[in-house]
């Protein structure tokens, strides 16, 4: 004995009817699990679901055109045996169900549950055994409807408020032949949820037993059962297109494949749109690259703020310290061959090397102070520009043998403290040059100043040189670009004018607030 239970594959463990066709196949009908097919040691089961098969099955019988008749507590249905066998071998192939109840003459729906409760007479003729009487049906002199019957979609709601229709033409909504669907369009405003599509199919000899199915392309996955139902209900719809597609079955389970079709376009919001959703995707991407550029700007900004300090450090020790200490060399020099011939004048020479390290140690303070203080005021403010700027260019000229001449011209007005500071170093700088590098004889130092502006020029008719703009001077030195950077500092314009065996001639003009 081999007991087949739901562990086996069965729909349900209790077997409520047996049936073996001449083929050698079981069928079994069950309570509460539908109908199941045993071939091969194999079970399937035929979802009412999917099938339109009841769930409750009391008899089964074949008649002589093999198809199989079931006894169901909700009537009697008729179903071909190689539909079925088909669909075991490959489910979800469509199953063509007839139902029959009180509208065929039955006095009551529901069939007896004694055994048998079903039987097929010599006659072909098929007996069923209800709660109020017996029921005969003879299939062999059985008229099947072999019609499909037309399909219309009548109307359709959104919000339960009536929706429109758009078609090609008004005729459209009921076809003339079967076989072309409908062609339409309902649309759904945006913030619209509920929807339901009213269709119907058209049948005269048994219309309470038509039978439907329908599918939304595009949301449904498979095509819904609807039974006898005759309308469709949707919720929450995504923004889209979609082709609503229903079939109905007249009452002998022939299926009309065309059906008809309604398209449904959910119109979306304006943030639901694919423009719109384009646009916040390149505003972001844009958002992102500005931060990027943002970011790279901060880091550019912070390099070219350290390279400035580094430069402007750089200057610094250039046009103070170096300068200085050259100086400090050049006297102790001269002291160092007087020792030898003129104790006095080693003296005097010495004293105006002491005069010099005080004068460097003063300059470098400043340019410490400069370095160190956010504003970049000068700590030698004990004095205006003109008398600092003759102090400086004749202590360089002391170096050497050129002859220094200052002038001033114009009324003095008195300028910021950063301007003051870059118009002496660049004036040092440009006598430094042209005592140690030029051999000038003569220097003209002129300081201009109007209503608006002061000028300083350098004159110098010293060897000259090819001036590079780039501010490079040939053996590596850096004073041309230093001066050029203390002027972009201030906003001044710098012109140098040389030639080789021409002398030089360095001037600026600076704007005064």
Known sequence: ITNLTTRSGLSSDVITALYQDDSGLLWIGTNGGGLNLLRNGRITEFPSASTGLPEVIHAIIEDGRHNLWLAAATGIYRVPRRQLEDYAARPGVHINVAAY??????????????????????????????????????????????????????????????????????????????????????????????????????????????????????????????????????TNIPPGSYKFRVLAANNDGVWNETGASLEVRVLPHLWQTWWFRTLLGLAVLFLAYEIYRMRVRNVELRFSAVLAERTRIAREIHDTLAQDIVGIGVQL???????????????????????LVKSSL????????????????????DADLPVRLNRAVTQVAARGTAKVRFQVQGTYRATPSAVEDQLLRIATEAVNNAVHHAAASVIQVTLAYDTRSVHLSIDDDGRGFTYDPSGFAQGGHFGLRGMQERAA??????????????????????DIP
């Not at 061959?337 to 004293?351: C, E, G, I, K, P």
Request: proline share 7%; net charge positive.
């Open 101 to 234: 109840g009180i509208a065929d003459g039955m006095r009551i729906n529901e069939c007896s549950s004694g055994h048998p409760a079903a039987v097929r007479a010599p006659d072909g003729s098929l007996w069923f055994a209800t709660l109020r009487g017996i029921s005969v049906t003879n299939p062999e002199h059985q008229q099947e409807n072999r019609l499909p019957p037309p399909v219309v979609i009548e109307n359709v709601t959104v919000d339960d408020q009536p929706g429109t229709i758009t078609a090609p033409q008004n005729a459209a909504m009921v076809p003339r032949k079967t076989e072309a669907p409908q062609k339409s369009m309902v649309k759904v405003p945006p913030g619209h949820s509920r929807l339901a599509l009213h269709y119907a199919g058209l049948s005269f000899v048994a219309p309470a037993r038509v039978r439907y199915r329908y599918r939304l392309e595009g949301f449904d996955t498979k095509w819904i059962d609807a039974g006898a139902r005759r309308v469709a209900y949707y």
């Open 333 to 355: 020099e001269l002291v160092s061959r007087l020792l030898n011939s003129s104790l006095d004048a080693a003296r005097t020479q010495l004293d105006a090397t002491r005069a």
């Open 362 to 381: 003063a300059d470098a303070r400043s340019s410490i102070w400069n370095l160190r203080s956010a504003t970049g005021a000068s700590a030698a403010a």
């Open 489 to 510: 500092e201030i906003g001044a314009t710098l012109h140098i004018d040389s030639a080789p065996a021409k002398g030089t001639r360095i001037s600026l003009r600076a």
